[in-house]
């Protein structure tokens, strides 16, 4: 059916494939969520910081 060096590159393609598809799922379940909560965070800390400021020169 296959000949050996078309089972490797089967098997690398599978490899690469499936790679791709576990880092895809790991960045849009764990790295964008992070990256998206920590500006909103970094934003709300600097109005904050920004209504304190202001509230003190007055």
Request: hydrophobic share 55%.
């Amino acid at each position: 059916m296959f000949e050996f060096d078309q089972y490797l590159g089967f098997l690398a393609f599978l490899t690469i494939l499936t790679i791709g598809f576990w880092l895809m799922i790991f960045l849009l379940l764990f790295v964008v969520p992070y990256w998206l909560g920590g500006n909103l965070l970094e934003i709300w800390k600097e109005k904050r910081e920004a209504k304190r400021a202001k509230r003190l020169e007055q």
